[in-house]
């Protein structure tokens, strides 16, 4: 079986290669780089599930669940139909629920599997699941559409910087495809190939074909649309229709972060209320209800540590799913600074793996805490802040050492991002006089003050100078190029546009120049106006996750352990009377407290790994809600918040504990 899967697989690779083989050809024909467009996306486990399970068992959803999921899954660019879709959710209910009802059986026949409680609870969740992945190639959809919403500002900012000088549409999206990267350029290469090899046409027609998939993207259609009329017009009124582009797609990229913002309040309260307060005080009612049930500490680490966190990181990914696209990410793996994925730099040329490393110092601490922890019996609570210590130490290693260097080169790029606008500018009113392009540089970075962009422009200056170089040269050279140290996608592409203009003349320079930096500054405009719209919504979750949540679970903890403490100091004297004798047998069933399956310590531990698991979901939402995904932003956030929050907390903790623990629980020694 498993030989005819591999062969069927290769089969169909072999197949998809000569159906791309002739796109490749056409592209390169085009201007386009080689590179595996032909490739498919990589199958993830969830592709491979529903190729198996439509195989298994068919099932087609109803007509119109089915046109939702045809147009989903096109976009999200999914390797599936909706048969495998459906198939997979049915399959995956009915084996849920029928192990359930196997292990319900084999413990009522052997004594060996799930109690009728436990099982119930199985099947329960099969309806969760099944939901799940019925909906998940909407869901994707969603997620894709705001992971490349930066990308759609930049395809219509190219396209317009192309049109200015060429009213060619064919040639604009031939151009925006050379400088996108990711699914966007494929789609644009691909509507390349169905224009070449007559699918459609016109490019009229294939761009009505495509933009029929983005028909809820109201603004990124308008300004498709808006361009097609543009071109058909004269000079002069095509300029002023192609500036009002621009300001169609940052107009609409605003208006939904506002919607989003409006949003966004009662998400972030029901995150704070009933994902992080209301749970973390429940845990005071814990050990009253352990009494009388008998409850034990597993119970509640598999609640509180596994099953409530699972359901706050699906909710805020649910909810991040409608965060409007705004900026686009960050490229730094090219940066000649920039360490490996996963690998920190130790100096120039030592690379470490952070996971590797990360065990090697803290496994040490967490084996001597553990031990420490195991071996103090019932009082155990100062073993487990050391074990809670220690995990978290962990935790903050791995993401401060994924993330401290590549933040800092990130920050930098995005500083320049933002201030290259201005420094074209100055570029572009220099060159406007007739300057010499080396001479308007120098005058150009001198103009600029201070800013951190200036070092480009010294960069280009430099080599310019020291080696001889054209203008072009001096920023692309594959050695010593200037681009090299500021790998950001945006001034790579508007830097080639300037350098191909400056080839036809200076006016044609300034006149491009000048035009690009008022199109990026209405952009840095944009984007600055979203983060001031977001700012409450930030602060409000960084304050829940610096101060208000950390304080808060460190005094909730101490009420839990003072509350364990005193049943546990009440349930040794009433079995003290017993042993004596001293208590009569009529007042005993007034008191069915069963044994407290919980110590001080577990109760402890089983919170702060709670603090941890919610501080690394807070600070990946935070980061989602700013910039979309970052995984770096992530990394480093998390590490931030687990140093001032885990301080918060253990100190809270602390306090709180010498200053109730002798008032109550001491007054009963």
Known sequence: MRLFRRKKEKEEKEKEELKFAGLEEILY????????ISEKLPRTLYEKLCFICERILPVDPDEKTKARMERAIEIAHLNITPRGAASLTLLSCGVLSSLAFLL????????????????????????????????YPMRLQRVFISRIGGDITMMILYMVIYLRDSPNLEGAISFAARNLTGPLAKDLKKLLWDLEIGR????????????????CERYFVEAFQLMRTAIKQPTEKRLRMLDEVINVILRGSKERAKGFVHEMRMPVMLVHALGILLPVMGLVMFPIVGIFLAVKGEILFIGYDILLPIALYFFINHVLETRPPTFARIQIREHPLMPRKGRFRLGKKLELPCFWFTLLV?????????????????????????????IAFAVFLYNYLSSFQRVKIRNEIQEI????????????????????????????AQSIGD???????ERILHNMRTFGMSFKEAIFNEKTGAILYYPSNLIRNVMRIVADAARRGAEAASVTMLAIARYLKNLSEMQSAILDMLGDVITSLRFQAYVLTPFVSGVIVTMGVV????????????????????????????????????????????????????????AAFISSIMYGEDEIGKQDLAAKILVFGGVIYLVSLLISYFIFYPMTVGMLK
């Open 29 to 36: 024909a085009h201007g386009f780089a080689r590179e595996p």
């Open 104 to 135: 319900i059986v084999s413990k009522l026949l052997f004594g060996v599997g799930l109690t009728l409680g436990h099982g119930l609870l199985l099947i329960t969740l099969a309806v969760p699941l099944a939901y799940y992945l019925y909906t």
């Open 200 to 215: 459609y046409f016109s490019v009229d027609d294939a761009l009505m074909a495509y933009l029929s998939r983005w028909s």
């Open 362 to 390: 803290s496994s040490p601490l967490i084996a001597l805490a553990s031990y420490l922890f195991l071996t103090a019996g019932s009082e155990n609570f100062f073993q487990s802040i050391f074990l809670t210590v220690a």
């Open 417 to 444: 991002e933002q201030e290259f606008a201005e420094a074209l500018f100055q570029l572009g009113h220099q060159t406007s006089t007739g300057t010499p392009i080396e001479v308007a540089i120098e005058r150009a």
């Open 451 to 457: 800013l951190t962009i200036k070092k480009f422009y």
């Open 563 to 618: 509350m364990i403490g005193l049943i546990s100091r009440l349930m040794a004297a009433i079995q003290k009377i017993k042993l004596k004798g001293q208590a009569g047998q009529a007042g005993l069933p007034l008191l069915p407290w069963a044994k407290l399956g919980i110590t001080t310590g577990e109760f402890q531990l089983i919170c702060g790994i709670y603090f941890i698991e919610t501080s690394l979901i807070i």
